[in-house]
T-cell receptor, first 115, second 113 residues
Framework: DTGVSQDPRHKITKRGQNVTFRCDPI?????LYWYRQTLGQGPEFLTY????????KSRLLSDRFSAERPKGSFSTLEIQRTEQGDSAMYLC?????????????FGQGTRLTVV | AQSVAQPEDQVNVAEGNPLTVKCTYS??????LFWYVQYPNRGLQFLLK??????LVKGSYGFEAEFNKSQTSFHLKKPSALVSDSALYFC???????????FGTGTRLQVFP
């Protein structure tokens, strides 16, 4: 296992179209996180899963955004009716929740451009 | 609410010189602090973390960070900078319940030959 994998790496879409991103976490990791990073900013938390349960969603996650993690393995993030403001890098991270001494590992991200 | 601040947008240093990238935090309770590095068009790579124990934490690629409770700081340091260290550095604090990370705005490190 080589780490967290995200697909696609880049996505260009027209405004109003739907897009879906996929994240494959490190296999034994039970927590999976989605973040969004815009130019010049630090990553901002969107949502996270523990196994298949989505436990928290940020206020940044409008109704057009939905995330799933069926069977507690890979996760998908869908954006419906994309807007230019959705253009950003979408980062996925995973970790194994076992005490305090853990860290999250990030994928390389999916860069979304809405034109 | 937990937060971290990175007061410098950019740090410039000559190769071979020591470097410091600053971070201050604001949390209630004990902080769990992290440094990540991001190279262009890449995800974040974990450098080091402070959970408990020694105030001087050693991490990857020769980096270290000093936890200072009285100054609420967690500055990233390296004794001798390399040109290849040029990248974007993020300080983060971890939420104790969800483990989500709250990031600073980042500091761009530029190491000149």
């Amino acid at each position: 296992d080589t780490g967290v994998s995200q697909d696609p790496r880049h996505k260009i879409t027209k405004r109003g179209q739907n897009v879906t991103f996929r994240c494959d976490p490190i296999s034994e990791h039970n927590r999976l996180y989605w973040y969004r990073q815009t130019l010049g900013q630090g990553p901002e938390f969107l949502t996270y899963f523990q196994n298949e349960a989505q436990l928290e969603k940020s206020r940044l996650l409008s109704d057009r955004f939905s995330a799933e993690r069926p069977k507690g393995s890979f996760s998908t993030l869908e954006i419906q009716r994309t807007e230019q403001g959705d253009s950003a890098m979408y980062l996925c991270a995973s970790s194994f929740r076992a005490g305090m001494n853990t860290e999250a590992f990030f994928g390389q991200g999916t860069r979304l451009t809405v034109v | 609410a937990q937060s971290v601040a990175q007061p410098e947008d950019q740090v410039n240093v000559a190769e071979g010189n020591p470097l410091t990238v600053k971070c201050t935090y604001s949390v209630s309770g004990n902080p769990f602090l992290f440094w990540y590095v991001q190279y262009p068009n890449r995800g974040l790579q974990f450098l080091l973390k402070y959970i408990t124990g020694d105030n001087l934490v050693k991490g990857s690629y020769g980096f270290e960070a000093e936890f200072n409770k009285s100054q609420t700081s967690f500055h990233l340091k390296k004794p001798s900078a390399l040109v290849s260290d040029s990248a974007l550095y993020f300080c983060a604090v971890r939420d104790i319940n969800t483990d989500k990370l709250i990031f600073g705005t980042g500091t761009r490190l530029q190491v000149f030959p």
